[in-house]
């Protein structure tokens, strides 16, 4: 199971589930956690012929794949349909130093921009509509309360032709984007000349025109300008809002006030965009700092810049919403000036500090970045900068190059929460990087079961036969450590090496409180 070529030909795609198949069919290997794709674990599956996975008709198609594929050749993504009725994205790969095995990768297929029942845009493609939409334009938003119910109400074709009503009600004169943003929600973007166009109404007539008696369609009309706000931090503030509505299940509840509760979110949400904005502009936020251990020796190699914030909802939702408003490259640059500013000052310390993938893959971002960093590239032999996979990299051609950038300088350049998301294993492919942290989620679930733990030992053997540093985190006890040392990690993180702190000891204090351990960086 400690075959890196398994490993590597899995790190060239995005992937929900990682099968390897032999000459004979049979499966070999598998992993993930893709429940609605592929029901059973890994281990069971292990030993059967692969075309247990899929359709029928569609495992046909899957040999046929299979037969064409020659040695160092890839192929995909292909949709297939699998055994559970679930759509797939299908990627495959033939290395040649892993035999006759087929690296195969399924992936969930990334969300339409359209809504298949109404024909209206999807609650992203609607989004992505309202980013371009002009600062005069109005937002109107429509509830349809038991909308699924009512469509239970009618036969399977005249339930769908109620949905399509339903939509095209929707796509009126005037209007410049319509979108389905919950099972009951609907948006529409208008000019604001064109006035309330009864957007509601036409629903319920839609509804009325199927035979059924319309429930009360409400309806509320937001401008896109703020006094406060710019026209795309309104927009990105709106979005927020609507994916907490939609995840609180407002627009499903009939005994709401539509209108009132949104607007109050509406209004909390900006206000507290602009404490933010203030806070960030003014470095009003504290900076803790948490130490990670060689694993072998239990010296402190360097420590993790962490920001904390004094809010009721805690840091990482605070992080979580700066990122979503829009402000995390100005985050990023404010907690890098400061950390940037403790390595001056510290010449016995060497410190990592995180920044978004967000500003890593925009230009205007990262040059600000880099520039400030550019300044200080005499402190580069103990800076060490994470790029956190909170919001995934689109362009991973000009955010290698971004990477490479920061290496050139002397920076030392690593991924962090490795493994948490589907994107990953491509990034490790895509970039190249001096270490790997591997998300902390992962390293809590040794034991149990043990496919994965054989899977998280490869990728850290798939490290260190690339040359990758390795961090586990969230370790706890002398057993996690003990666990993750075994499988090849070269560091570690957590209560068990220390809390963070907000002032640097001179000298690390290890597990069981040793004493006298100097720092180094391997």
Same mark, same amino acid.
């Given at each position: 199971? &400690?075959?890196?070529?398994?490993?590597?030909?899995?790190?060239?795609?995005?992937?929900?589930?990682?099968?390897?198949?032999?000459?004979? #069919?049979?499966i070999?290997?598998?992993a993930?956690?893709?429940?609605?794709?592929?029901?059973?674990?890994?281990?069971?599956?292990?030993g059967?012929?692969?075309g247990?996975?899929?359709?029928?008709?569609?495992?046909?198609?899957? /040999?046929?794949f299979t037969k064409?594929?020659? #040695?160092?050749?890839? /192929?995909?993504?292909?949709?297939?349909?699998?055994a559970?009725?679930?759509? +797939?994205n299908?990627?495959?790969?033939?290395?040649?130093?892993n035999?006759?095995?087929?690296?195969?990768?399924?992936?969930?297929?990334?969300?339409?921009?359209?809504?298949? /029942?109404?024909?209206?845009?999807?609650?992203?493609?609607?989004?992505a509509?309202a980013?371009t939409?002009?600062?005069?334009d109005?937002?109107?938003?429509?509830?349809?309360?038991?909308?699924?119910?009512l469509?239970?109400q009618?036969?399977g074709?005249?339930?769908?032709?109620?949905?399509?009503r339903?939509?095209?009600?929707?796509?009126?004169a005037?209007?410049t984007?319509?979108?389905?943003?919950?099972e009951?929600?609907?948006?529409?973007? &208008?000019?604001?000349?064109?006035?309330?166009?009864?957007?509601?109404?036409?629903?319920?007539e839609a509804?009325?025109?199927g035979?059924?008696?319309?429930?009360?369609?409400?309806?509320?009309?937001?401008g896109?300008?703020?006094t406060?706000?710019?026209h795309?931090?309104?927009?990105?503030?709106m979005?927020?809002?609507?994916?907490?509505?939609?995840e609180?299940?407002? =627009?499903?509840?009939?005994?709401?006030?539509l209108?009132?509760?949104?607007?109050?979110?509406?209004?909390e949400t900006?206000?507290?965009?602009?404490d933010?904005?203030?806070?960030?502009?003014?470095?009003?936020?504290e900076?803790a700092y948490?130490?990670? &251990?060689d694993?072998?020796?239990?010296?402190?190699?360097?420590?993790?810049?962490?920001?904390?914030f004094?809010?009721?909802?805690?840091?990482?939702?605070?992080?979580?919403?700066?990122?979503?408003?829009?402000?995390s490259?100005a985050?990023?640059?404010?907690v /890098?000036?400061?950390?940037?500013?403790?390595?001056?000052?510290?010449?016995?310390?060497?410190?990592a500090?995180?920044?978004?993938?967000?500003?890593?893959? &925009?230009? +205007?971002s990262?040059?600000?970045l880099?520039?400030?960093?550019?300044?200080?590239?005499k402190?580069?032999?103990?800076?060490?900068?994470?790029?956190?996979?909170?919001?995934?990299i689109?362009d991973?051609?000009?955010?290698?190059k971004?990477?490479?950038?920061?290496?050139?300088?002397?920076?030392?350049?690593?991924?962090?929460?490795f493994?948490?998301?589907?994107?990953?294993?491509n990034?490790?492919?895509?970039?190249a990087v001096?270490?790997?942290? =591997?998300?902390?989620?992962?390293?809590?679930?040794? #034991?149990s079961?043990?496919?994965?733990?054989a899977?998280?030992q490869g990728l850290?053997?798939?490290?260190?036969?690339?040359q990758?540093?390795?961090?586990?985190?969230?370790?706890?006890?002398?057993?996690?450590?003990?666990?993750?040392?075994?499988?090849?990690?070269h560091?570690g993180?957590?209560?068990?090496?220390?809390?963070?702190?907000t002032e640097?000891?001179?000298?690390?204090?290890g597990?069981?409180?040793?004493?006298?351990?100097?720092?180094s960086? #391997?």
């Amino acid at each position: 199971m &400690s075959n890196p070529a398994r490993f590597l030909g899995f790190a060239f795609t995005n992937a929900d589930f990682l099968f390897e198949v032999d000459a004979k #069919g049979t499966i070999v290997f598998a992993a993930g956690a893709a429940n609605d794709l592929v029901r059973e674990n890994g281990d069971t599956l292990v030993g059967a012929p692969v075309g247990k996975l899929f359709n029928p008709s569609e495992a046909i198609k899957f /040999a046929t794949f299979t037969k064409a594929l020659k #040695g160092g050749e890839r /192929a995909g993504p292909f949709q297939l349909t699998l055994a559970t009725g679930a759509q +797939a994205n299908l990627a495959m790969l033939r290395l040649s130093e892993n035999g006759s095995n087929i690296s195969c990768t399924l992936a969930r297929p990334s969300r339409p921009a359209i809504d298949s /029942a109404t024909g209206l845009a999807s609650r992203d493609g609607f989004m992505a509509a309202a980013r371009t939409a002009g600062g005069s334009d109005i937002l109107t938003l429509v509830n349809v309360p038991g909308l699924p119910e009512l469509c239970a109400q009618l036969p399977g074709d005249k339930a769908q032709l109620l949905m399509q009503r339903i939509g095209a009600s929707l796509q009126t004169a005037g209007i410049t984007a319509a979108g389905r943003i919950s099972e009951t929600g609907f948006g529409a973007l &208008s000019p604001a000349m064109r006035g309330d166009l009864g957007l509601a109404r036409k629903v319920a007539e839609a509804i009325s025109a199927g035979g059924l008696k319309a429930p009360r369609v409400s309806e509320m009309r937001l401008g896109l300008q703020a006094t406060e706000l710019s026209h795309e931090q309104r927009l990105l503030a709106m979005r927020y809002v609507i994916d907490r509505f939609a995840e609180k299940g407002k =627009f499903d509840s009939s005994d709401v006030d539509l209108a009132s509760i949104f607007t109050k979110m509406m209004e909390e949400t900006q206000r507290r965009l602009g404490d933010i904005t203030r806070k960030v502009g003014e470095g009003a936020f504290e900076i803790a700092y948490q130490p990670i &251990s060689d694993l072998e020796t239990g010296k402190v190699s360097h420590y993790e810049a962490l920001a904390r914030f004094d809010n009721p909802e805690g840091t990482g939702e605070t992080v979580k919403f700066i990122e979503a408003l829009g402000i995390s490259d100005a985050f990023d640059l404010m907690v /890098a000036n400061k950390v940037m500013g403790v390595i001056e000052d510290r010449s016995d310390v060497h410190i990592a500090f995180n920044i978004s993938g967000a500003t890593i893959a &925009s230009p +205007a971002s990262f040059g600000l970045l880099a520039g400030m960093l550019a300044r200080r590239r005499k402190l580069a032999p103990r800076t060490l900068i994470e790029i956190t996979e909170t919001s995934a990299i689109a362009d991973l051609e000009s955010a290698g190059k971004a990477i490479q950038a920061l290496r050139s300088m002397g920076f030392r350049v690593g991924l962090d929460d490795f493994g948490a998301g589907a994107a990953s294993v491509n990034y490790l492919h895509a970039f190249a990087v001096d270490f790997v942290k =591997f998300d902390g989620a992962m390293i809590q679930k040794i #034991g149990s079961p043990a496919h994965d733990d054989a899977f998280l030992q490869g990728l850290a053997k798939l490290c260190a036969e690339m040359q990758i540093d390795t961090i586990a985190e969230w370790i706890e006890t002398e057993a996690q450590a003990k666990a993750v040392a075994a499988m090849g990690f070269h560091h570690g993180q957590g209560k068990w090496f220390g809390a963070p702190v907000t002032e640097i000891p001179s000298a690390a204090v290890g597990p069981g409180k040793r004493r006298g351990v100097t720092e180094s960086w #391997g």
